[in-house]
């Protein structure tokens, strides 16, 4: 193994931009997220599922101002390696116009640390959920996992998962393709089927929403951010090509990859998908004599539900095999998810590791991969153990993802604030994509931040817990954080702020 090592040069656009789809996975968090989605309330505990849609939409147009702000940095700093945030915030603080180089190392640390609490927390998040996954799927069979196998499952996925990403990025991005071919046709046809099923109506059943211009309609601006609150989650990824810098063949794949990404999956397939799944809702769906949307709030898989009710209508009562099927390919899902984030984890430690802000050894290139082995093997025994922690309750697993999320919206809130600094007294400046739009997407980052955690907390019982013991350990993590740049700058004699 050697330091001289270094990262090989072989992604074209299609390369950089399935990475990017692979973690913004559709088929995957229909599946995962669309019960939390019909059960969520207001703060006066009224319903907020029927503007599903509409706060989809809203969490898109957030997620497009925080991508025009990846973008844009991407193309400033062509250079960026598989720094992204972390680069760009040290080269926005270098800007000569500005007379702000003292803070420089600070403020690529503080990315760069709090990048970990969404990059190194999510595959574990992932892996819970795989398991999860697994568990259901056994279930269907009448098969009951005892806890100790579901825990064995997820550290097997990740060390599975640790195998492909230790590989290299061209191993991954072969995957990525396959897993992104899988989910988009089985997304596509269920979708196919639920609105055939919404026109043709062979049940003579009463749909919730009237007419499929309500589906797509707002109903109360209130539940329409309620909800956008919660879709906003599933968008994140689209910023992972800025850390393939070092091995993408252009610049230019970089920036456009990480539009590109946002507008297949979120856009497209994303908008698509939510249309049809609402527009089957209907008041014979009946779970624990909960009707409609509310059925499928309390459903464990209201995705499988619908499956099994479209296969055995229009497919001649093959609803079991046909939802099988699909919970297996939204397991691959899972899978290409898990990978994309281990990869894209392991790269922003590297460009830290070698800047002397982490430790070196986790900068260690693999003598045939290119890969940063050490980084990989870390993040998938970290992403075992959480993923073990997750799995073991709901309270347990909203907690993990609910501290994935607070390092999400920092990380992208901090971002849109360095696409300011970065520009600032410019020569090419925007007044509109380099100030008007970084700005509003740091509000929104902010603003969906604090929805998340004050809807959370007023939840009670165990989301109030879950949202606690996030709230702890992402101050601990803050905590270890000074401490560490505290004792680092001391044993290497950097300077935290540097003088004038």
Not at 14 to 25: E, K, Q, R
Not at 105 to 126: D, E
Request: charged share 10%; hydrophobic share 55%; with cysteine.
């Amino acid at each position: 193994m050697s330091n001289e090592v270094q990262m090989k040069k072989t992604l074209g656009l299609t390369g950089v931009t399935v990475n990017a789809m692979a973690l913004i996975a559709p088929g995957a968090f229909l599946w995962l997220t669309f019960q939390m989605q019909a059960a969520q309330v207001d703060t006066a505990g009224n319903s907020t599922a029927t503007d599903m849609f509409s706060g989809l939409v809203l969490a898109l147009v957030l997620a497009l101002l925080t991508a025009i702000s990846y973008s844009k940095l991407a193309e400033l700093y062509p250079e960026s390696g598989a720094g992204s945030s972390y680069y760009f915030a040290e080269q926005s603080f270098l800007n000569k116009e500005i007379n702000m180089s003292h803070f420089a190392r600070l403020a690529k640390f503080v990315v760069g640390w709090f990048s970990h609490l969404y990059y190194w927390v999510y595959p574990g998040v992932m892996v819970a959920m795989f398991a999860t996954m697994i568990n259901y799927i056994a279930g269907q069979f009448g098969i009951t996992l005892p806890l100790l196998v579901q825990i064995l499952i997820a550290v097997v996925f990740s060390f599975i998962t640790g195998a492909v990403a230790l590989r290299g990025i061209n191993g991954s991005t072969v995957t990525a393709i396959i897993i992104n071919v899988i989910q988009i046709v089985s997304l596509v046809f269920i979708t196919v089927l639920a609105l055939i099923y919404r026109t043709s109506n062979p049940e003579h059943v009463v749909f919730v929403h009237p007419s499929m211009v309500d589906v797509i309609m707002p109903h109360s601006m209130s539940a329409v951010v309620f909800q956008a609150t919660i879709a906003i989650l599933l968008l994140v990824g689209f910023e992972t090509t800025t850390a393939l810098g070092a091995e993408s063949k252009s610049p230019k794949h970089i920036s456009r990859g990480v539009i590109l990404s946002l507008i297949i999956q979120g856009l497209i397939f994303y908008l698509f998908e939510y249309f049809g799944a609402n527009a089957w809702i209907n008041n014979s769906y009946v779970v624990d004599k909960h009707i409609g949307l509310d059925a499928a709030g309390a459903s464990g898989a209201p995705i499988g539900d619908m499956v099994k009710n479209l296969g055995d209508v229009l497919l001649h009562n093959s609803g079991f095999a046909l939802m099988i099927l699909v919970a297996i390919t939204v397991g691959i899902a899972i899978f290409g998810t898990t990978l994309a984030c281990m990869n894209t984890g392991v790269r922003v430690t590297y460009a830290m590791s070698k800047d002397n802000e982490v430790p070196s050894v986790l900068g260690i290139l693999h003598h045939r991969h290119a890969t940063p082995h050490n980084g990989v093997w870390a993040i998938t025994v970290a992403s075992a153990i959480i993923g073990g922690i997750g799995v073991i309750s709901i309270k347990n697993l909203t907690a993990v993802t609910l501290l994935s999320n607070v390092g999400t919206f920092i990380l992208y809130g901090m971002t849109c604030l360095i696409t300011v600094v970065a520009f600032l007294r410019h020569p090419q400046q925007n007044k509109f994509t380099h100030v008007v739009v970084p700005i509003l997407g740091f509000l929104a980052n902010l603003g969906m931040l604090l929805a998340v955690i004050y809807l959370s907390i007023l939840g009670g019982g165990d989301t109030r817990a879950a949202a606690l013991m996030a709230i702890v350990a992402a101050v601990v993590w803050t905590v270890v954080g000074v401490v560490y740049l505290i004792s680092n700058s001391k044993a290497t004699d950097q300077k935290i702020i540097a003088k004038v």
